[in-house]
């Protein structure tokens, strides 16, 4: 018998969006790959909350055995009466996939949706220890807007990132806060 070591090559990998209908399927395997990597501990409502409401702003990198390689997740709605913002919610790709691409298509794949649906920034939260990620919001044009200290539950902080899609998304709905009504 023949036994091949795993294929961790990018050429057969396949990136969907995510279908509501193959929930069954999915989202097992989604929790799984998130919990490895994220220190935030979701519960099954957090995940369905994404998945329900903006499955269309969620996609998956899957090899040729239909295995979830990677997942990002995303929402888009109203941010204080202000922008419509999208928001990265998660990210992740198994361990042995890294370095290949995958995440920056995946952000790529949610940001061109949001932008379809006309996105007028895109928001984010990362560790500030997780530079690789940092990094590759950086790249795609993401600027740290925040530093937000102890902001996960394993008391670690986080930059909040901003990715301006329409010009003066950063000032919308300042006109509704009394010290910049009147400039």
Request: hydrophobic content about 40%.
């Given at each position: 018998m023949n036994s091949h070591p795993p294929d961790h090559s990018i050429a057969n990998l396949r990136y969907i969006q995510y279908d509501s209908e193959k929930e069954a399927i999915y989202l097992s395997a989604i929790r799984q790959l998130i919990s490895k990597d994220?220190?935030?501990?979701?519960?099954?409502?957090?995940?369905?909350?994404?998945?329900?409401?903006?499955?269309?702003?969620?996609?998956?990198t899957l090899d040729e055995h239909d295995n979830l390689?990677?997942?990002?997740?995303?929402?888009?709605?109203?941010?204080?009466?202000?922008?419509?913002?999208?928001?990265?919610?998660?990210?992740?790709?198994?361990?042995?996939?890294?370095?290949?691409?995958?995440?920056t298509k995946l952000v790529r794949m949610a940001i061109d949706r949001m932008i379809e649906r006309d996105a007028d920034e895109i928001a984010l939260e990362t560790e500030v220890t997780n530079t690789?990620?940092?990094?590759?919001?950086?790249?795609?044009?993401?600027?740290?807007?925040?530093?937000?200290h102890r902001y996960y539950l394993n008391g670690n902080t986080a930059f909040r990132f901003l990715l301006y899609i329409k010009e003066g998304a950063a000032t919308m709905g300042m006109e509704q806060v009394p010290e910049y009504a009147n400039e």
């Open positions: 994220l220190s935030e501990p979701y519960s099954i409502y957090v995940y369905r909350y994404f998945l329900y409401e903006w499955g269309d702003l969620c996609f998956l390689i990677g997942v990002v997740i995303s929402k888009l709605e109203p941010h204080r009466g202000g922008p419509l913002r999208g928001y990265i919610a998660m990210l992740a790709v198994k361990k042995e996939y890294r370095g290949k691409g995958i995440a690789a990620a940092m990094k590759l919001y950086e790249r795609l044009g993401f600027l740290r807007s925040k530093c937000l």
